[in-house]
């Protein structure tokens, strides 16, 4: 997989994805990421990307014109430009599971007061959002949804069948999970997770998981 990212402020990208999976991912060969500067696809002097709004309001409103020249020089057939925006759609695993499927992803990281509309219109195919609130820019939503995606990819974990069995991969949380030592502090692991028994130690994980789904995230239940 390539991953492009368009973005105004490419150092802040400096470290998420130089360390650990990522790191290893790239290395492999397995996905290839580039941060890009939107400014170089500016004509003026001054690499301006924003300008005021028309019809008057506070702030500015990134420009329609260097997103077009970007994407065009970056766009393939294989490419689904993504808009990073407080107005996308929320994210969720399987948005994840389907975008870790394709060839070539645009990310797309705004800042400022917003996008001029005919970015949306013209030029992007889907719009996501991390949730109902609000941040400086959309380069952190980019860090995050990228490692979702690349992490799902076949071959970047150590196995392939770790992505199956957690938290909204069944539309559940996870279950409890343990490990040395057996007590601590008067704290016992639950008697079952040392049995032995598989059969039960699995319809404990599912009953677990199904009980804390339905207290702390009931909607996720159907």
Known sequence: MKIDILTLFPDIFRGPFDESIIKRAQNKGIVKIKIHNLRNWTTDRHNTVDDRPYGGGTGMVLMVEPFYKAIKELKTKDSKVILLTPQGVTYKQDAAKRLSGLKHIILIAGHYEGYDERIREKLVDEEISIGDFVLTG?????????????????GVLEKDDATVK?????????????????EFNKWKVPAVLLSGNHAEIEKWRKEKSV???KVRRPDLIK
């Open 166 to 182: 957690e938290s909204f991969s069944e539309n559940l949380l996870e279950y409890p999970q343990y490990t040395r030592p057996e």
């Open 138 to 154: 959309g380069e952190i939503p980019v860090m995050a949804i990228t490692d979702s995606i690349v992490r799902l990819i076949p």
């Open 211 to 213: 009980d804390k789904t």
